[in-house]
């Protein structure tokens, strides 16, 4: 698969990974929370829908924190998956959202690229078979 984290179609993948983390973890109900509003914002902006990326910034930079957010979880759990998934997922789109808007990105977003974009992709085997069966069809279309 290209590597290319920029095209939409690829950060709609990233998107999907994400969700089904979310899906099956056992997040606390505020992080929940978050990382879906968070997601959800991510997927308006990959729509071509008008989303501000200083938003999609505050998830990682900002008073949410995912990436905190997410040192509180054992490392491997499913809720730190999710979390780890999420974050990464979300400042892919928020990078691109501010490149594509000449905006300047938040310190941490401005620092995503090919690394996130790796890891990301490395989260996706340890998905469910259902997961990665959902993320093959993706593939796919």
């Known amino acids: 698969m290209d590597c290319n984290f920029t095209l939409p179609e690829n950060?709609?993948?990233g998107l999907l990974i994400a969700d089904l983390?979310?899906?099956a973890s056992d997040l606390t109900g505020e992080d929940r929370v978050l990382s879906a509003q968070g997601l959800r914002l991510s997927w308006e902006w990959v729509k071509g829908h008008d989303v501000d990326p200083r938003l999609?910034?505050?998830?990682?930079d900002g008073e949410?924190?995912?990436p905190f957010r997410s040192t509180l979880y054992e490392a491997n759990s499913s809720a730190g998956l999710?979390?780890?998934?999420?974050?990464l997922a979300?400042?892919?789109a928020a990078l691109q959202a501010c490149r594509e808007t000449?905006?300047?990105p938040s310190e941490s977003v401005e620092n995503f690229g090919a690394g996130e974009w790796n890891a990301l992709m490395n989260l996706?085997?340890?998905l469910s078979d259902e997961g990665r069966a959902s993320i093959a069809q993706a593939k796919l279309r």
Do not use: Q
């Open 11 to 13: 950060l709609a993948l």
């Open 64 to 66: 949410v924190n995912l």
């Open 90 to 92: 979300i400042g892919l």
């Open 82 to 87: 999710a979390l780890t998934a999420a974050f």
């Open 124 to 126: 996706a085997p340890m």
């Open 102 to 104: 000449n905006m300047s």
């Open 21 to 23: 983390f979310l899906d």
């Open 56 to 60: 999609l910034c505050e998830y990682i």
